[in-house]
Protein backbone atom coordinates (compact mmCIF):
# COMPACT_ATOMS: atom_id res chain seq x y z
CA UNK A 1 0.00 0.00 0.00
CA UNK A 2 3.02 2.32 0.87
CA UNK A 3 4.59 1.43 -2.42
CA UNK A 4 1.08 2.68 -4.24
CA UNK A 5 0.91 6.05 -2.87
CA UNK A 6 4.89 6.56 -3.50
CA UNK A 7 5.88 5.08 -6.13
CA UNK A 8 6.29 7.28 -9.72
CA UNK A 9 6.26 4.19 -12.21
CA UNK A 10 2.91 3.31 -13.71
CA UNK A 11 3.53 -0.30 -14.11
CA UNK A 12 4.86 -0.69 -10.31
CA UNK A 13 1.83 1.32 -8.96
CA UNK A 14 -0.42 -0.94 -10.89
CA UNK A 15 1.29 -3.88 -9.48
CA UNK A 16 0.80 -2.69 -6.29
CA UNK A 17 -2.72 -2.06 -6.26
CA UNK A 18 -2.95 -6.01 -7.68
CA UNK A 19 -0.50 -6.76 -4.48
CA UNK A 20 -3.40 -5.74 -2.11
CA UNK A 21 -5.82 -7.60 -3.84
CA UNK A 22 -4.01 -10.88 -3.31
CA UNK A 23 -2.94 -10.17 0.26
CA UNK A 24 -5.96 -9.28 1.56
CA UNK A 25 -8.09 -11.52 0.36
CA UNK A 26 -6.15 -13.82 2.78
CA UNK A 27 -7.94 -11.63 5.20
CA UNK A 28 -11.41 -10.90 4.36
CA UNK A 29 -11.58 -15.09 4.07
CA UNK A 30 -9.48 -15.67 7.22
CA UNK A 31 -12.70 -17.22 9.29
CA UNK A 32 -12.38 -20.02 6.59
CA UNK A 33 -16.49 -20.14 6.82
CA UNK A 34 -18.22 -20.75 3.51
CA UNK A 35 -19.51 -17.32 3.42
CA UNK A 36 -16.46 -16.09 4.40
CA UNK A 37 -14.36 -17.71 1.45
CA UNK A 38 -17.10 -17.25 -1.15
CA UNK A 39 -16.71 -12.99 -0.05
CA UNK A 40 -12.82 -13.69 -0.50
CA UNK A 41 -13.31 -15.56 -3.90
CA UNK A 42 -15.51 -13.03 -5.16
CA UNK A 43 -13.57 -10.14 -4.08
CA UNK A 44 -10.37 -11.61 -6.14
CA UNK A 45 -11.91 -12.59 -8.93
CA UNK A 46 -13.65 -9.42 -9.34
CA UNK A 47 -10.88 -7.05 -8.71
CA UNK A 48 -8.40 -8.84 -10.89
CA UNK A 49 -10.62 -8.62 -13.66
CA UNK A 50 -11.24 -4.89 -13.23
CA UNK A 51 -7.65 -4.35 -12.68
CA UNK A 52 -6.55 -6.38 -15.55
CA UNK A 53 -8.42 -3.61 -17.87
CA UNK A 54 -6.47 -1.20 -16.04
CA UNK A 55 -3.42 -2.48 -17.10
CA UNK A 56 -4.71 -2.34 -20.70
CA UNK A 57 -5.14 1.75 -19.89
CA UNK A 58 -1.70 1.84 -18.11
CA UNK A 59 -0.45 0.37 -21.36
CA UNK A 60 -1.86 2.52 -23.69
CA UNK A 61 -0.82 5.83 -21.39
CA UNK A 62 2.56 4.39 -21.86
CA UNK A 63 2.24 3.97 -25.64
CA UNK A 64 1.23 7.27 -26.28
CA UNK A 65 3.59 8.67 -24.16
CA UNK A 66 6.30 6.72 -25.46
CA UNK A 67 5.17 7.89 -29.27
CA UNK A 68 5.70 11.56 -28.34
CA UNK A 69 9.02 11.73 -25.78
CA UNK A 70 12.05 12.20 -26.54
CA UNK A 71 13.45 9.36 -24.36
CA UNK A 72 10.83 6.90 -24.64
CA UNK A 73 11.82 4.86 -21.40
CA UNK A 74 10.99 7.94 -19.37
CA UNK A 75 7.41 7.06 -20.15
CA UNK A 76 6.99 5.05 -17.45
CA UNK A 77 7.08 7.75 -14.73
CA UNK A 78 3.99 9.31 -13.89
CA UNK A 79 5.73 12.59 -13.49
CA UNK A 80 7.28 12.59 -16.80
CA UNK A 81 4.00 11.88 -19.15
CA UNK A 82 1.90 14.75 -16.82
CA UNK A 83 4.78 16.90 -18.15
CA UNK A 84 4.01 15.83 -21.85
CA UNK A 85 0.56 15.32 -21.85
CA UNK A 86 -0.44 17.94 -23.84
CA UNK A 87 1.06 16.25 -26.35
CA UNK A 88 -0.34 12.95 -26.13
CA UNK A 89 -3.32 11.49 -28.77
CA UNK A 90 -6.61 12.83 -27.55
CA UNK A 91 -8.27 9.52 -29.01
CA UNK A 92 -5.97 6.94 -27.22
CA UNK A 93 -6.32 8.73 -23.90
CA UNK A 94 -9.70 8.93 -23.83
CA UNK A 95 -10.01 5.23 -24.50
CA UNK A 96 -6.99 4.86 -21.95
CA UNK A 97 -9.36 6.69 -19.36
CA UNK A 98 -12.38 4.42 -20.12
CA UNK A 99 -10.51 1.65 -18.89
CA UNK A 100 -8.47 2.84 -16.02
CA UNK A 101 -11.60 3.91 -14.91
CA UNK A 102 -13.74 0.61 -15.04
CA UNK A 103 -9.75 -1.29 -14.03
CA UNK A 104 -9.22 1.10 -10.98
CA UNK A 105 -12.99 1.89 -10.00
CA UNK A 106 -13.23 -1.75 -9.76
CA UNK A 107 -10.94 -1.92 -6.56
CA UNK A 108 -12.55 1.87 -5.27
CA UNK A 109 -16.03 0.24 -5.22
CA UNK A 110 -17.27 2.30 -8.11
CA UNK A 111 -20.83 1.64 -9.49
CA UNK A 112 -21.30 -0.95 -11.24
CA UNK A 113 -18.06 -3.23 -10.24
CA UNK A 114 -18.38 -2.80 -6.71
CA UNK A 115 -20.65 -6.14 -6.54
CA UNK A 116 -17.41 -7.52 -4.62
CA UNK A 117 -17.42 -5.25 -1.87
CA UNK A 118 -21.01 -5.67 0.69
CA UNK A 119 -19.37 -9.20 1.00
CA UNK A 120 -16.26 -8.83 1.66
CA UNK A 121 -16.78 -5.77 3.84
CA UNK A 122 -20.03 -7.84 5.95
CA UNK A 123 -17.41 -11.06 6.03
CA UNK A 124 -14.25 -9.65 6.93
CA UNK A 125 -13.46 -9.06 10.11
CA UNK A 126 -13.85 -5.63 12.24
CA UNK A 127 -10.26 -4.35 11.49
CA UNK A 128 -9.65 -5.96 8.20
CA UNK A 129 -13.21 -4.24 7.15
CA UNK A 130 -11.54 -0.66 8.10
CA UNK A 131 -8.54 -1.76 6.31
CA UNK A 132 -10.61 -1.94 3.18
CA UNK A 133 -12.32 1.18 3.71
CA UNK A 134 -9.75 3.13 4.65
CA UNK A 135 -6.57 2.39 2.94
CA UNK A 136 -6.62 0.25 -0.13
CA UNK A 137 -9.77 1.57 -1.44
CA UNK A 138 -8.44 5.39 -1.04
CA UNK A 139 -5.12 3.89 -2.60
CA UNK A 140 -6.66 2.57 -5.70
CA UNK A 141 -8.95 5.93 -6.08
CA UNK A 142 -5.19 7.55 -5.76
CA UNK A 143 -4.46 6.25 -8.73
CA UNK A 144 -7.19 7.11 -10.26
CA UNK A 145 -6.94 10.82 -9.65
CA UNK A 146 -3.44 10.51 -11.15
CA UNK A 147 -4.48 9.31 -14.19
CA UNK A 148 -7.37 11.44 -14.14
CA UNK A 149 -5.07 14.68 -14.27
CA UNK A 150 -3.08 13.32 -16.69
CA UNK A 151 -6.24 12.80 -19.29
CA UNK A 152 -7.55 16.64 -18.09
CA UNK A 153 -4.88 18.07 -19.45
CA UNK A 154 -4.66 15.83 -22.71
CA UNK A 155 -7.90 16.06 -23.66
CA UNK A 156 -9.86 18.40 -21.77
CA UNK A 157 -12.12 18.10 -18.42
CA UNK A 158 -15.33 17.43 -20.23
CA UNK A 159 -15.46 13.89 -20.95
CA UNK A 160 -13.89 13.04 -17.82
CA UNK A 161 -16.21 14.78 -15.94
CA UNK A 162 -19.21 13.87 -17.74
CA UNK A 163 -18.25 9.75 -17.57
CA UNK A 164 -18.04 10.54 -13.62
CA UNK A 165 -21.46 11.59 -13.88
CA UNK A 166 -22.91 9.18 -15.80
CA UNK A 167 -21.26 6.51 -13.44
CA UNK A 168 -23.00 8.70 -10.08
CA UNK A 169 -26.02 9.00 -11.70
CA UNK A 170 -26.55 5.40 -12.18
CA UNK A 171 -26.03 4.95 -8.97
CA UNK A 172 -28.59 6.67 -7.62
CA UNK A 173 -31.43 4.87 -9.14
CA UNK A 174 -30.05 1.39 -8.26
CA UNK A 175 -28.99 2.58 -4.74
CA UNK A 176 -33.16 3.43 -4.40
CA UNK A 177 -34.45 0.35 -6.22
CA UNK A 178 -31.75 -1.82 -4.01
CA UNK A 179 -33.00 0.34 -0.69
CA UNK A 180 -36.66 -0.31 -1.51
CA UNK A 181 -36.49 -3.92 -2.90
CA UNK A 182 -34.33 -4.90 0.49
CA UNK A 183 -37.40 -3.81 2.76
CA UNK A 184 -34.91 -1.31 4.62
CA UNK A 185 -37.32 1.56 3.49
CA UNK A 186 -40.33 -0.08 5.35
CA UNK A 187 -38.13 0.01 7.88
CA UNK A 188 -37.28 3.55 8.09
CA UNK A 189 -40.95 4.31 7.77
CA UNK A 190 -42.18 2.38 10.94
CA UNK A 191 -38.51 3.91 12.48
CA UNK A 192 -38.72 7.35 15.06
CA UNK A 193 -37.19 10.46 12.84
CA UNK A 194 -34.31 10.53 15.59
CA UNK A 195 -33.18 7.30 14.31
CA UNK A 196 -32.86 7.42 10.72
CA UNK A 197 -30.91 10.20 10.33
CA UNK A 198 -27.99 7.93 10.50
CA UNK A 199 -28.27 6.08 7.32
CA UNK A 200 -25.37 4.30 6.94
CA UNK A 201 -26.98 1.82 9.99
CA UNK A 202 -29.22 0.45 6.94
CA UNK A 203 -26.35 0.03 4.15
Known amino acids: M ?3 VTSNNLIVMWAAIEATTLSSA ?3 GIYGQRSSLEA ?26 ASVMPQAEM ?17 LMLLAF ?8 TKTGLFPMHAWLPDAHSEAPSP ?13 LLVLIRYYIIICQAIGSDFPNRLLLI ?3 C ?3 WRHFSFWYSGTLSVCWRTPAWRTWDWSRWR
Request: glycine share 6%; proline share 3%.
Open 128 to 140: VSALLSAVLLNCA
Open 167 to 169: FAC
Open 98 to 105: VFVLIGFG
Open 75 to 91: AIFWSEVLKQSSLLDPT
Open 171 to 173: RLP
Open 26 to 28: FLV
Open 40 to 65: AWKYIIICTVGVAFGLFGTVLVYANA
Open 2 to 4: LLV
